[in-house]
């Protein structure tokens, strides 16, 4: 059984008379353990299909099986419990609150869970440390680089070990060397065993994964597997430490 399988999904809105798919009848498999990407250009539906895979928003027609269960109808509070047990997000701009240093910044996820303080600090510095940035844990985020911050959002996106990680657009903030690490950072989770999927406008970005999901006017475009020589291609230049 796939970790998450979609079946006729579809998005649609409405204004006045007019009818507009968003999605159109998408059905895909996530396996558990995959590293892939979901790669079309603005407009093309991609971050839709994300935000259903996500459970931060409902289809209008189809099914959705998250982890072996039947999801496609929860209410908002059962999504958002959803997101907080079994999803974890990467996003472009990071979103770190400046008020709060790196390590509170990892454990707002459990705090929400009802995690205590202790095992709060004690998982926030394990994930810190497996993104190689348990050194930063009391900075605040304006004092690190672009890179830092988005290792520092990548641990948070681990802190309460999720089925599955989305990460939209992770390197777009970050220049192409930077960029680079981070790939090679997720490369690394992936081969731990990590479910990782990277959601990108950029084919050299979408080509550092085994497989690739081709969004274009709401529909699946194509399957693409890919060789590990995409990832061979990231590894091969060298990104620098972040």
């Given at each position: 059984?796939?970790?998450v399988?979609?079946?006729?999904?579809?998005?649609?809105?409405?204004?006045?008379?007019?009818?507009?798919?968003?999605?159109?009848?998408?059905?895909?498999?996530?396996?558990?353990?995959?590293?892939?990407?979901?790669?079309?250009?603005?407009?093309?539906?991609?971050?839709?299909?994300?935000?259903?895979?996500?459970?931060?928003?409902?289809?209008?027609?189809?099914?959705?099986?998250?982890?072996?269960?039947?999801?496609?109808?929860?209410?908002?509070?059962?999504?958002?419990?959803?997101?907080?047990?079994?999803i974890?997000?990467?996003?472009?701009?990071?979103?770190?609150?400046?008020?709060?240093?790196?390590?509170?910044?990892?454990?707002?996820?459990?705090?929400?869970?009802?995690?205590?303080?202790k095992?709060?600090?004690?998982?926030?510095?394990?994930?810190?440390?497996?993104?190689?940035?348990?050194?930063?844990?009391?900075?605040?985020?304006?004092?690190l680089?672009?890179?830092?911050?988005?290792?520092?959002?990548?641990?948070?996106?681990?802190?309460?070990?999720?089925?599955?990680?989305?990460?939209?657009?992770?390197?777009?903030?970050?220049?192409?060397?930077?960029?680079?690490?981070?790939?090679?950072?997720?490369?690394?989770?992936?081969?731990?065993?990590?479910?990782?999927?990277?959601?990108?406008?950029?084919?050299?970005?979408?080509?550092?994964?085994?497989?690739?999901?081709?969004?274009?006017?709401?529909?699946?475009?194509?399957?693409?597997?890919?060789?590990?020589?995409?990832?061979?291609?990231v590894?091969?230049?060298?990104?620098?430490?972040?």
């Amino acid at each position: 059984m796939a970790l998450v399988e979609l079946r006729n999904v579809s998005k649609i809105y409405r204004l006045g008379e007019e009818e507009i798919r968003a999605l159109d009848d998408v059905s895909l498999d996530i396996e558990e353990g995959e590293f892939i990407s979901i790669i079309g250009p603005s407009g093309s539906g991609k971050s839709t299909l994300m935000h259903i895979l996500g459970c931060l928003d409902s289809p209008t027609q189809g099914t959705i099986k998250l982890d072996g269960v039947m999801i496609q109808n929860a209410g908002a509070r059962e999504l958002a419990a959803i997101r907080n047990r079994k999803i974890g997000f990467v996003f472009q701009f990071f979103n770190l609150l400046p008020k709060l240093n790196v390590l509170q910044n990892v454990e707002l996820p459990m705090i929400y869970s009802g995690i205590s303080g202790k095992e709060r600090h004690r998982r926030a510095l394990e994930a810190l440390e497996s993104v190689d940035l348990a050194n930063r844990a009391r900075h605040r985020p304006s004092q690190l680089s672009g890179g830092q911050q988005q290792r520092a959002a990548i641990a948070r996106a681990l802190v309460n070990n999720p089925r599955i990680i989305f990460a939209d657009e992770p390197t777009g903030n970050l220049d192409s060397h930077t960029g680079d690490a981070i790939l090679q950072l997720f490369r690394k989770l992936s081969q731990a065993g990590r479910t990782i999927v990277l959601v990108t406008h950029d084919p050299e970005i979408a080509a550092v994964t085994p497989r690739r999901i081709e969004i274009r006017d709401g529909k699946v475009a194509t399957r693409v597997d890919l060789t590990l020589a995409g990832l061979d291609r990231v590894a091969a230049k060298g990104a620098p430490a972040l």
